[in-house]
């Protein structure tokens, strides 16, 4: 068996690498060759924590096995972080454990790496402002991610709490975008691509905020009940998402579906785009909108393919199992 630990992950995997890997993995849902299996997730009545699992199997790449972590609220006060997940995967063959993999960065890793497979394919090639509603820990990530995929000439940032946008205009000088702090009405009246990345159940953005032709990534909402944006936004996008099934229970359309705005055979699985099967994008007015939920394939892709990269560069540790 292999063992990848965490503490390595940062200097094997590049955004790049994940964003192929990503990209891979919605092709292959979306040719029917990747299923995910039903996620479970339980208060375990210990500590306050949420744990659970994801899981699934990518066929055309082999890859088996599942996430496992969840929510610890207790753990910033002994100095680690919240959110703990580790990944195990299988041999495809024979169902013996491949390998063992830490999961943390990989999680940050490919939800940026979702939105910004969805700016590559959906938003409009002269898009030059990047918006980013959200300042917690994965709007970082969203932005370096999402920022590349487009010749963006600067980033405009909303937060309920406007001081702790501190890291994310960090984040924007490193990759000389000038960067702002402002209103929903100026960051929805300005920015070419939105990124959604908060915890919020109320809508943060509404309708009339959005104009004409922008692409928005909603990656925030990913349990029953979250919202980032209004229902009647979803309703007027055109919604792409990783996964149907969850968009309509635990994602951003749940509350379009629920209230008769939004029917599920409307909404496109991203993959099918990536697979020349939907031609996505229907004009420079449209909007579009990915309702990116999180999927444990996404896990198992950016996960084998880190096990690949700790393999070639010889920093994989074998375990007798
Ligand atoms: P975090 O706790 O570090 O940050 C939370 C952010 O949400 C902060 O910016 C906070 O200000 C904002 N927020 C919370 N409640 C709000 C409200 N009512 N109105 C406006 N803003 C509000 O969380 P994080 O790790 O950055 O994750 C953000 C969200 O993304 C979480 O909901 C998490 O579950 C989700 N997530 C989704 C995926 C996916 O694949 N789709 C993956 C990882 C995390």
New binding site residues.
């Given amino acids: 068996m292999i063992v990848v630990p965490e503490r390595i992950i940062a200097g094997l995997m590049t955004r790049a690498d994940a964003f192929a890997a990503i990209e891979a993995v919605f092709a292959a849902m979306a040719r029917g060759e990747a299923r995910n299996f039903p996620v479970v997730r339980e208060a375990i009545g210990h500590a306050d924590a949420l744990y659970g699992f994801k899981s699934g199997f990518d066929r055309a790449h082999l890859d088996l096995g599942l996430k496992s972590g969840g929510y610890w609220p207790g753990n910033a006060a002994k100095g680690l972080t919240n959110?703990q997940s580790t990944v195990v995967l299988f041999d495809a063959d024979t169902g013996r454990c491949r390998a063992l993999v830490g999961g943390n960065l990989l999680?940050a890793l490919r939800?940026a790496a979702?939105a910004a497979v969805s700016v590559a394919h959906l938003a409009r090639k002269d898009s030059r402002v990047l918006g980013i509603v959200?300042?917690?820990?994965?709007?970082a990530f969203q932005l370096r991610a999402v920022a590349e995929q487009r010749p963006f000439e600067r980033v405009v940032a909303w937060?309920?709490?406007p001081e702790?946008l501190k890291g994310l205009a960090c984040a924007a000088e490193e990759m000389g975008l000038p960067f702002e702090s402002v209103s929903l009405d100026r960051l929805g009246a300005e920015a070419d691509v939105i990124v959604t990345?908060?915890?919020?159940?109320?809508a943060?953005l509404g309708d009339a905020q959005v104009r004409p032709g922008t692409h928005l990534a909603c990656?925030?909402t990913?349990t029953r009940d979250?919202k980032e944006v209004d229902p009647t936004l979803v309703a007027r996008a055109s919604v792409f998402t990783d996964e149907v099934a969850q968009a309509v229970t635990i994602g951003e359309c749940q509350h379009a579906v629920a209230l008769g705005l939004k029917g599920e055979a409307d909404i496109v699985p991203l993959g099918a785009v990536i697979n020349g099967d939907h031609p996505g994008r229907a004009s420079e007015e449209e909007v579009t909108l990915f309702d990116?939920?999180?999927v444990g394939l996404q896990d198992l892709a950016v996960a084998s393919r880190v096990v690949d990269l700790a393999v070639q560069k010889g920093l994989a540790t074998q375990v007798e199992f």
């Fill in positions: 959110h999680t939800t979702a959200g300042a917690g820990h994965q709007a937060n309920r709490s702790k990345i908060t915890s919020s159940f109320d943060i990656m925030g990913d979250k990116g939920t999180g």
